[in-house]
């Protein structure tokens, strides 16, 4: 699983009729202790009803197609988990209570 944050939306009209109804969103893989973006983006299907500006776990590769959301779905990045807090060594880099948004 790898830490991003959510920071758009991507649209799509044109695709298979199975993927109807599933967000995809632009995730931006981040630095768990600065919280910084690398600037590395990923498309990714979202399974958990994600937000704007949130911390995410995903899934890529195969593994993205073990959600109720991506199963059987042309799919190699998901969006898995909302990201409550990060702790390093006792000390706190994200609290989702504390996050600006």
Known sequence: MIL???????????KPREMDGIAFLLIEKI?????????????AMDSVG???NEIV???SGSSA???P????????CSIIA???FIEKNGAFTYRKDKAED
């Open 65 to 67: 197609r073990f959600t």
């Open 4 to 14: 991003a944050r959510v920071v758009g939306t991507v649209v799509s009209s044109h």
């Open 69 to 76: 959301t991506t199963d059987g779905k042309p799919t190699d």
């Open 50 to 52: 994600a937000g704007l």
């Open 82 to 84: 909302i990201v409550d």
């Open 57 to 59: 776990f995903y899934a």
């Open 31 to 43: 630095d768990p202790v600065t919280m910084k973006g690398k600037g590395d983006y990923v498309v």
